[in-house]
Structure formats: structure tokens, C-alpha cells
């Protein structure tokens, strides 16, 4: 079993600036990629878009509507990934919730999710 607990939503006006931290806990071989997705206001999960992701070795994938204003990044000793987000836009605001592919054996892995963390930026 795998957890994922997501912190530091919050609420941030337009141009703002907040952290975003998920912890990975539990039985696992190891953590392949983990990365953020956000689910806007109004939308279905099917509709939750990848925002970042990073590879266990450190390379990364952002969407274009974040490039250039939001890092991820991810300390491997602690099974964690972080979220920066910088200049923060109103159409930000979201459901951010973070992934992990983590292996139960050296062959077989499985995808879980977080319980999610509010971001809402407005005035």
C-alpha cells in the first residue's frame, strides 16, 4: 500500500507564489515518476490535466500554460516531490493532485494518487 499526502494549497492572489509538497509512504520497491496533475473547477477527473513530471534521475515535462512559471522537483531520499509556482494566474486555480509510479517488485508497477490540494487564486 502506498500513500501520497499532498500539503500547501492555500489561497494567493494573481501573481502570487505557493509550494506545493507530496510524501510518499508505504510498502514499494521504489518511486519511478511522480508527478502533479490539476483538476479545474467544474471538470471531471477525466479531465485532470498533467501540469509537471519528473523522472526519478531529474528530468522533467511541464504543459505549456505553466513553462517558465512553475518548477517541479524532488528529494528521492524522502520520496518526495515539490510544486513551485510562480506568478500565479486565476485560470491556476485548481484541484492539484499528485502522482507516483511506484514499483511493488523490480517488474510490476502501479500509479497512485493523492487526495488532492486546493489552489484557488484570485483577489
Known amino acids: 500500500q502506498v500513500q501520497l499526502v499532498e500539503s500547501g494549497g492555500g489561497l494567493v492572489q494573481p501573481g502570487g507564489s505557493l509550494r506545493l509538497s507530496c510524501a510518499a509512504s508505504?510498502?514499494?520497491?521504489?518511486?519511478?515518476?511522480m508527478g502533479w496533475y490539476r483538476q479545474a473547477p467544474g471538470k471531471q477527473r477525466e479531465q485532470r490535466e498533467l501540469?509537471?513530471?519528473?523522472?526519478?534521475?531529474?528530468?522533467?515535462n511541464y504543459s505549456d500554460s505553466v513553462k517558465g512559471r512553475f518548477t517541479i522537483a524532488r528529494d528521492n531520499a524522502k520520496n518526495t516531490v515539490y510544486l513551485q509556482m510562480s506568478s500565479l494566474k486565476p485560470e491556476d486555480t485548481a484541484v492539484y493532485y499528485c502522482?507516483?509510479?511506484?514499483?511493488?517488485?523490480?517488474?510490476?508497477?502501479?500509479?497512485?494518487w493523492g487526495q488532492g490540494t486546493l489552489v484557488t487564486v484570485s483577489l
Open positions: 508505504g510498502s514499494f520497491y521504489r518511486i519511478a515518476d
Open positions: 502522482n507516483a509510479m511506484a514499483y511493488a517488485n523490480r517488474y510490476v508497477y502501479f500509479a497512485h
Open positions: 501540469v509537471a513530471t519528473i523522472t526519478s534521475g531529474g528530468d522533467t
